[in-house]
């Protein structure tokens, strides 16, 4: 394991992928493609960026509240 997937967890613990996949699994639903998760992060990053922190997860989940596709809605939050 590198020392960059590493970063932020435990030993032992579930990469990122791994987590996602079976949280999506317990809601029902499918975890995102490495695409829209890569997205995802992009518009975390946007909303983080641009006003507090707070906004990214937050922003993330708007998205999915909103039925909008990952790509538009990070358009749209560059264009704020």
Same mark, same amino acid.
Do not use: M
């Given at each position: 394991m590198s020392?960059? !997937?590493?970063?932020?967890r435990?030993?032992? !613990?579930? !990469?990122?992928?791994?987590w996602l996949a079976a949280?999506?699994?317990?809601l029902?639903?499918?975890p995102p493609d490495e695409e829209t998760m890569a997205l995802l992060?992009?518009?975390?990053?946007v909303a983080a960026h641009s006003s507090e922190r707070i906004a990214a997860p937050i922003a993330c989940? +708007?998205?999915g509240r909103a039925g909008c596709s990952t790509?538009?809605?990070?358009?749209?939050?560059?264009? +704020?």
């Open positions: 020392a960059e !997937s590493a970063k932020g435990d030993a032992g !613990s579930p !990469s990122a992928a791994d949280f999506a699994a317990r029902g639903t499918e992060l992009d518009l975390a990053g989940w +708007l998205v790509a538009d809605a990070l358009d749209i939050a560059r264009d +704020l």
